[in-house]
């Protein structure tokens, strides 16, 4: 099993930025994707970043040029860089992984994007 702790979610406002971590209990060198989903009331989760093993990214197209995922496998670590925030970004953001087949979430972060 893989456990994953997300951070750095709070209270913001428009045009600020956030850096979210999250903390996996496992190794993820072995682990080819780690992602960032969100979820707002009354809304589906949806991607907002994934990191591929060999450092390749892909973003959702509503948060292109303003947000990085990184991750550090010598400390099992993901982050989220997230700028010019939006109030649409007011969500709760997971970190994500698949490992043997198997989906794991963290228990998520809350972000909102409020003057």
């Known amino acids: 099993q893989v456990q994953l702790v997300e951070s750095g979610g709070g209270l913001v406002q428009p045009g600020g930025s956030l850096r979210l971590s999250c903390a996996a209990s496992?190794?993820?060198?072995?682990?080819?994707?780690m992602a960032w989903y969100r979820q707002a009331p009354g809304e589906e989760r949806s991607m907002v970043a994934a990191?591929?093993?060999?450092?390749?990214?892909n973003y959702a197209d509503s948060m292109k040029g303003r947000c990085t995922i990184s991750r550090d496998d010598a400390k099992n670590m993901v982050y989220l860089e997230m700028n010019s925030l939006k109030p649409e970004d007011t969500a709760v953001y997971y970190c994500?992984?698949?490992?043997?087949?198997?989906?794991?979430w963290g228990q998520g972060t809350q972000v909102t994007v409020s003057s």
């Open positions: 990191i591929f093993r060999g450092g390749s990214t």
């Open positions: 496992e190794s993820i060198s072995s682990i080819s994707a």
């Open positions: 994500n992984c698949v490992f043997k087949m198997r989906a794991y």
